[in-house]
């Protein structure tokens, strides 16, 4: 299906295409894409995971990489979900009872439009150095990635996202990453802001427990909060309880009663 860039976290701002394309795994795919995820290893498998999606729609070369974080957790949902909800669960931590909630694409799924001014960057003091940011896009981000995925300097992919948003890492590499990892006092505040800004336009999902919360007003509830990212590997854990067989699915031949 088609997704205008409009709809996209970025706005589609400076897209020269007016759309991606992105379709629901067939049974066969997701069979080929558990074989041949990497285990244990998340850099790998995001380079996996982005790969999955280009071979889609080679467009998706030219995004903004908050939009291809906000795409392939569509391809998942849409690939375990007809109507854009997904059962999401979650323990906890009070009593140990297991909560259920049931999320949609429209109403639960948030997230806020970047402002265009803010894609166009910055220029930000860091550990006594002044730099221009960049909104990545795909072939931006791999200038950085790709170096940390052959030497593993930094496995965080969170981390490296954030190094991505600072302009020259290519020439000034080892003094962006020294100054990411060092930040101290008002730096971390910059760093979490840069995050905020860019990449965390999807908002996390609040549950909350009914027997501990129960005759609670509002103010008073303990919730808990599920991140998106959290949920993009356990699509495909709980797929029969997302897409149940109904009795038209499915009819057994009577026994004759001897």
Do not use: W
């Amino acid at each position: 299906m088609n997704i205008p860039v409009t709809s996209l976290p970025s706005g589609g701002y400076g897209y020269d295409f007016p759309s991606v394309n992105v379709s629901p795994m067939t049974f066969q795919e997701i069979i080929k894409y558990l074989e041949g995820i990497p285990e244990d290893d998340n850099l790998a498998k995001y380079m996996y995971d982005m790969n999955m999606l280009i071979a889609g729609d080679p467009n998706i070369k030219n995004c903004y990489i908050m939009d291809i974080d906000f795409l392939l957790f569509y391809k998942k949902l849409i690939t375990v979900s007809s109507d854009l909800t997904y059962t999401i669960h979650s323990v906890c931590p009070e009593c140990g009872k297991k909560v259920s909630k049931t999320i949609s694409l429209d109403t639960d799924l948030k997230f806020e439009q970047i402002d265009r001014h803010v894609m166009e960057g910055a220029t930000i003091e860091l550990g006594g150095h002044m730099y221009e940011t960049i909104v990545p896009r795909y072939t931006d981000f791999m200038k950085v990635f790709q170096k940390y995925l052959v030497y593993r300097r930094v496995t965080d992919l969170g981390i490296i996202k954030t190094i991505a948003l600072i302009k020259d890492f290519d020439l000034q590499g080892n003094q962006i990453e020294s100054d990411v990892l060092g930040a101290k006092h008002e730096d971390i505040t910059l760093i979490l802001m840069l995050q905020e800004l860019y990449y965390n336009q999807l908002k996390p999902i609040k549950l909350y427990c009914p027997d501990c919360n129960a005759g609670k007003p509002v103010e008073e509830r303990r919730e808990m909060a599920i991140s998106v990212d959290s949920l993009i590997s356990d699509f495909f854990r709980e797929i029969s309880i997302n897409c149940p067989i109904d009795g038209s699915k499915v009819l057994f031949k009577q026994v004759r009663e001897m």
